[in-house]
């Protein structure tokens, strides 16, 4: 029987500490509220404790950032999108931030098994001076386990308030698009880190997050291609391929934590559980 489960999540900052408060439907939690930064930033995890998703499984994911208030979210494992009889498995993340509040969406890669029909999509609504880091990380396949993405479908949708779309369908027949180098060159992972606000960025705050992005790749090394562009005054984006997760995961992880170091004047400690 498929699961839908929900979950709704309202961030708060009361008394200068940002305070989660959540409901939520089925196999789907959100873990102890962390303090690691101090009460301003609240950080928690995610779990799905079924460990993935089969045909006809949907995930709804919905969080709310009040005025001022900062949270940070990760999960302590990969989402899994097995193989599917024919029925699509969905995972469906709203983002709203209000005036001023910092959101980080940080979670563990997407594993696109073989065989697998899935969707998984992010839609973002900010308002005027909130801001918002995130990346989205996609492994196709299991090539450590000899199993390549050969059969199956991974659609991606990412949109953010009429400012940014980005939709692709990767079908695992699609060889011209998987293995060009004009398309995916044979890699098996693609990474992307945003950052997005909800007003207009001023220029010397994009050329700084360029720059930023483009000092750190060069001081550590890209693994594999990579580009840092901004299409519009709202947004920045870092993509990367590689043929594995872990070179690409550990460089958004570089980058995101400069971003927010140089543009929040934040900490740049990760979340305890990426050392586990």
Sequence with gaps: MPWHARLA???????????????????????????????????????????????????EINLHAGPGS???ITTPGASRFYRSDGAWARQLTRIRLDSAARLEWLPLESLAYPGCLAENRLQLD?????????WDITALGLPDAGQPFETGRWQQHIECGG??????????????????????????????????????????????????????????????????????????????LGERVE??????RRVWAAWRASQWQVGTRAPRLWSL
């Design 126 to 134: 900010l308002a005027p001076e909130a801001e918002f880091i995130g």
């Design 163 to 240: 400012h940014w779309l980005e939709r692709g369908l990767i079908d695992a027949t699609d060889h011209r698009l998987l293995r060009s180098p004009l398309g995916l060159n044979g890699m098996a992972c693609l990474a992307s880190l945003f950052f997005l606000s909800g007003s207009a960025l001023p220029r010397d705050r994009r050329e700084a997050l360029l720059e930023t992005a483009r000092a750190t790749l060069r001081a550590e090394g890209a693994p594999h291609p990579v580009g840092v562009t901004s299409p519009n005054p709202r947004v920045v984006v870092l993509r990367a």
């Design 247 to 252: 070179p690409c995961s550990a460089l958004l």
């Design 70 to 72: 900062h949270a940070l």
């Design 9 to 59: 999540v309202d961030y708060t900052l009361e008394a200068g500490r940002t305070v989660a408060r959540h409901r939520h439907e089925g196999p789907l939690r959100l873990l102890q509220s962390l303090y690691p930064e101090g009460d301003a930033s609240c950080h928690n995890v995610l779990i799905h404790p079924p460990g993935g998703l089969v045909g006809g499984d949907t995930l």
